[in-house]
């Protein structure tokens, strides 16, 4: 039977990245360079005939879209194939079929942001930071930020800086290039916990209240639970230290780790964590898992409640990328199901203030610093029947358009799609009408 151009492809494909994984592991340059050159000649050939395309192409003649959804790749097979795409291809051109393609659920879309990032730093340095956008949650300009780092070190601080001012989007869009450094300082100094706040301290400003520094520690936290691809196993030593499961909390409320004006940030990056503690896995983690994990929240006392609320906030945060699949690129596309998924969890935590914390920060998850659109956190908003909770998510969205978005016209619209009594409320509160 002849075989289609497609399967072929496909073939050619899978045939590529085994062949480049396992010779780049025996690092046996002489046998496989022949052969990997003998496989870009065929790929180049059969580019030829289907059409491949530079970066400015519309997205619907891009053949690797067909290619991808034709698979069912691993991750690592995934992190091959855009690696070697961003290199061969350019990394703009590899975001543009990111972007879009059709990926086996539960793919970690922000990991593969940051391995096409990785590439992009490598061809243009600092000034690929004119094309990180907040799709994959910032992974861009998190890669940016973490080359310049891991480079020139503390030195860099001042360019990295001028980069993330540089970053296209908002004050949400800045101050979020500041969680991508934390990951890669933590990296930078073995994983060590108090070091890395240090070098996140002198990231702060009073233009933004400090908040580059708190970002800075909650990608350190982040990096410290679930990273470690720098230095696998100082990483692993270093997760067992700081992460007790008997002492769920321990990590962001020991003083001698994490200073106490950073213990919020801390706790809302901790929730990964809590899950473990929880006995869930990660990679599915289930309601049980969720309602037990929330239990460590309640143990914080009433009277600490700015801790307490960012603990319990932090799983809002997560329950927004869990009810999509893990797929970012789709968060302010979510239908009403999921949307109702995400308070339905929020509703595990048992009590008022545990619940309206985790609507507050899934409405700002959703809402992302004003980089996503408004239609979808309003629907999450209006979907909520309990009046209290209501209130909350509504009231805390307009804070955050009040916070993000300057623009009168964005305003004006934003409160007109409000029904009353919020409409009013947003005006006065937005336009100063009254």
Known sequence: MKRSPLGSRKTILRSFLKLLTTSLQKQNFKSWLPKIVLVLIVSFLISLKIGWTNPLTPAQSYPELKLLSSQNLSFPELETFFKQTADLKGAEHAYAILRQAALPPGTDLHLLGHVVGDVLFKQQGADGIRICTQEFRNACSHSVVVGLFQDKGEAALPKIIDACRKAPGGSGAYTMCFHGLGHGILAYTGYDIPKTVEYCKKTGSDAFQNREYQECVGGAVMEIISGGGHDHDKWTKQNQAYLIPDKPLGLCLDRALIPSDAEQICLVYLTPFLFQAAGADLSKPTADNYEKAFTFCQAIDKAEHTNRDSCFGGFGKEFVVLSQNR????????????????????????????????????????????????????????????????????????????????????????????????????????????
């Open 327 to 434: 797929d970012i690129r789709k968060i302010d596309q979510m239908n009403n199901q999921q949307l109702t998924q995400i308070y339905d969890w929020c509703r595990l935590a048992q009590v008022q203030d545990g619940t309206a914390a985790c609507v507050i920060y899934s409405v700002n998850s959703i809402f992302w610093g004003g980089e996503n659109g408004r239609s979808t956190p309003i629907r999450f908003c209006g979907l909520i029947a309990d009046n209290y909770q209501r209130n909350t998510c509504f009231v805390n969205l307009i804070g955050a358009v009040f916070y993000y978005r300057t623009d009168v016209a964005y305003r004006n619209t934003f409160c007109q799609e409000l029904s009353d009594p919020y409409r009013s409320d947003c005006q006065r509160r937005l336009n100063g009408q009254s």
